[in-house]
């Protein structure tokens, strides 16, 4: 029986297996790299973004720690990425760039997969880095001096209603300097002529 394979079949065959070359490794990696670099550009800016806002609202109003609302800028962040993680991965698709012309034999390899990897990982520290930039532009100690005052109206608000009843002639609340760590509840003693000796009041 006459064989109807092409000529050329097991040639093919052979050359499927055939390593990739460096260009072709360093092709793969780059493709690899360049979605990831977009995409941890947008987490880690929508993760500072979402945070900090969450650190100046909620985290001020409930006593939220500011890893707290880290952590729930991270959910913000992740949502965004399953959300719009296919529209990164068309854009860098239609980015131009020259494919590494890998065959299906080649993907499969381990020294394939590493360089893609690799590319991913660098792509994505990359990313991460350029997010960060947006930190030159925010004002880093907001969210404590919202905190601060939050508790300096808290007490101020305490005192101007209950102040007239406490045992003393006049109230001092002298601040901390400022590199002293925010705290309530430092007394202070001023003395009452009508009581004869000395009072605690509740100082800032």
Not at 36 to 51: K, R
Not at 73 to 81: C, E, F, I, R
Not at 105 to 116: C, E, F, I, T
């Amino acid at each position: 029986m006459r064989s109807t394979r092409a000529p050329n079949a097991w040639r093919v065959r052979d050359e499927d297996f055939s390593p990739p070359t460096n260009w072709q490794l360093r092709r793969h990696a780059v493709n690899a790299a360049i979605p990831m670099v977009g995409f941890g550009f947008m987490d880690n800016v929508i993760m500072i973004q979402a945070g900090d806002y969450i650190d100046s609202t909620l985290g001020v109003t409930l006593g939220l720690s500011t890893l707290t609302a880290a952590a729930f800028g991270q959910v913000v962040s992740d949502v965004s990425g399953t959300l719009f993680g296919n529209t990164i991965d068309h854009i860098a698709a239609r980015s131009g760039l020259p494919t590494a012309k890998l065959t299906d034999s080649q993907r499969r390899m381990r020294r394939v997969r590493l360089a893609g990897m690799a590319g991913a990982v660098g792509g994505v520290i990359v990313g991460c880095l350029l997010g960060m930039t947006t930190l030159l532009f925010k004002d880093l100690g907001k969210n404590e001096r919202l905190r601060r005052q939050r508790e300096m109206s808290t007490l101020f608000s305490t005192l101007m209603q209950e102040g007239r009843s406490l045992p003393c002639v006049r109230c001092a609340l002298p601040p901390l300097p400022s590199k002293t760590p925010a705290r309530v509840g430092a007394p202070v003693l001023l003395p009452s002529p009508s009581s004869g000796g000395a009072v605690s009041v509740l100082s800032l």
